[in-house]
C-alpha cells in the first residue's frame, strides 16, 4: 500500500472524517485528501503525529513494503502485535460537538480519556453533568476526589456527598462535615453518629450540642438526655429546636423534627 492509502485506511479504521483528522492536525481537509490521493504528502512532523494518533510506527508509514502498523514483518506479528487503541470519535456531531470522543484528552457528550469533558465523563480527570474518574467533577460525581451537586467518593465535596470524608450540605461518611451530617463522625450544625458534634442538635451514642440526645453520653448547653425520649421530652425539644435554631435553618430544623 501506498503512504496515501495507509493514511486513509487508519482514518477510516479509527474513524475519523477528513474534516476531524484535518483538524486534530491542524491542516485543511483538502490536505488530507491529497495525502490520501497521493498527490502529496505530509510533513515530517504530520507523520509523527498520524504515527502517535493511530499507534503506527512511522516504517509502516514510509515504506510501501511493511504492511502491519507496528512495522514488523507479517510473520512476527502473531507473537508480538498488541492491540492499542488511538483516539477515536464519532462521526455524527450537534453543535461541534462530536456523540463519543475517546482520546487522551476527550471532549463529547460522551467523552472517555485521561482528560474527559462531556455531559457523560470518564477518565482519571473528568468533567461532566454525570462524571466518573480518580478526579471528578460534575452534578453527579464519583471518585476519589469528587466534587458536585451529587458527590461520591473517597473524598466527596457537594451539596448531597457521601464518602470517606465529605463535605456539603447533606453529607454522609465515616468524617463528614456539613449542616446535616450522618456518619461514624459527624460534625455539622444537625449531627447525627457514633460521635455526633453539633451546633444546634447531636444525636448518636456520644452526643454534643446545644439539644444532645446520647445513648451513652451526652453533653448538652440548652438540653442534655442519655437514653431514649419519652414523648413529653420529644415535644420539649421541638420547642427548643424552634427557640435555638435561625430562620435560614428551619428547613432543616423540620427535617430533623419528622424523626423526633
Known amino acids: 500500500m501506498t503512504i496515501g ?21 491542524n491542516v485543511s481537509r483538502q490536505a488530507i485528501s491529497k495525502w490520501e490521493s497521493n498527490i502529496t504528502y505530509p510533513e515530517t512532523d504530520k507523520l509523527i503525529r498520524i ?45 461541534g460537538m462530536p456523540l463519543w470522543h475517546i482520546s487522551r484528552n476527550a471532549k463529547g ?25 480518580l478526579l471528578s ?32 450540605v447533606f453529607t454522609a461518611g465515616a468524617i463528614c462535615l456539613g449542616i446535616i451530617s450522618v456518619g461514624a463522625i459527624a460534625i455539622g450544625d444537625f449531627s447525627v453518629g457514633a460521635l455526633a458534634v453539633g451546633k444546634y442538635f447531636a444525636i448518636g451514642d456520644n452526643a454534643r450540642a446545644m439539644i444532645a440526645i446520647g445513648d451513652t453520653k451526652a453533653v448538652g448547653s440548652v438540653f442534655q438526655k442519655a437514653g431514649e425520649l419519652t414523648l413529653q421530652e420529644a415535644e420539649e425539644v421541638k420547642a427548643f429546636l424552634d427557640s435555638v435554631v435561625p430562620n435560614y435553618l428551619s428547613w432543616a430544623k423540620a427535617i430533623v423534627k419528622l424523626f423526633l
Open 51 to 95: 504515527s502517535e494518533l493511530f499507534c503506527c510506527s512511522l516504517d509502516y508509514l514510509l515504506k510501501d513494503n511493511i504492511e502491519t502498523p507496528n512495522g514488523r514483518a507479517p510473520e512476527e506479528t502473531s507473537f508480538f502485535f498488541k492491540k492499542r487503541i488511538g483516539e477515536r470519535k464519532s462521526e455524527k456531531t450537534v453543535f
Open 137 to 168: 467533577m460534575g452534578l453527579l460525581s464519583l471518585g476519589m476526589l469528587s466534587l458536585g451537586l451529587l458527590s461520591f467518593g473517597m473524598l466527596a465535596l457537594g451539596i448531597i456527598s457521601a464518602g470517606c470524608f465529605s463535605v456539603g
Open 5 to 25: 492509502e495507509k493514511i486513509s485506511k487508519l482514518r477510516k479504521e479509527n474513524n475519523y472524517t477528513q474534516e476531524q483528522l484535518a483538524e486534530v492536525l
Open 109 to 133: 457528550f460522551v467523552a472517555i480519556g485521561l482528560n474527559a469533558k462531556g455531559v457523560i465523563a470518564v477518565g482519571l480527570k473528568a468533567k461532566g453533568i454525570v462524571s466518573l474518574g
